[in-house]
């Protein structure tokens, strides 16, 4: 059971990234999956979290509509879209998922009660000013 996220980097604000995360070893239809980020000397928040089997999407403040999460359910993947980037976004971004599908928003809407189980290692977005 792996999920590989991808597609960080460095860029400048107002720029764009795409992330990707890949889960391998398990399929992501009857889970909850979730884009997480957590920036030096903070918690770590919800970005966008998924119900993959039929895509329903929560969105969390932090990315004030300028994030798309989406999925490829051939590819097992989801992917987050960050366009208009500023430096607050900068943080590694984790993707995670949970086979408890029916509390997929929950696990954004409050991530220091609902923690999902399986996570992948993080990758660095970085935004320069």
């Known amino acids: 059971v792996q999920l590989q996220a991808f597609g960080g980097g460095l860029v400048q604000a107002g720029g764009s990234l795409r992330l990707s995360c890949a889960a391998s070893g398990f399929n992501l239809e009857w889970h909850s999956i979730g884009w997480f980020r957590q920036a030096p000397g903070k918690e770590r928040e919800g970005v966008s979290c998924m119900r993959f089997k039929d895509g329903a999407l929560y969105d969390t403040d932090s990315n004030k509509g300028r994030f798309t999460m989406s999925r490829n359910e051939a590819k097992n993947t989801v992917y987050l879209q960050m366009n208009d980037l500023t430096p607050e976004d900068t943080a590694v971004y984790y993707c995670?998922?949970?086979?408890?599908?029916?509390?997929?928003?929950?696990?954004?809407?409050?991530?220091?009660?609902?923690?999902?189980?399986?996570w992948g290692k993080g990758t660095q977005v970085t935004v320069s000013s």
């Open positions: 995670a998922a949970d086979q408890r599908n029916t509390a997929w928003s929950w696990f954004c809407r409050n991530p220091k009660d609902y923690v999902m189980n399986f």
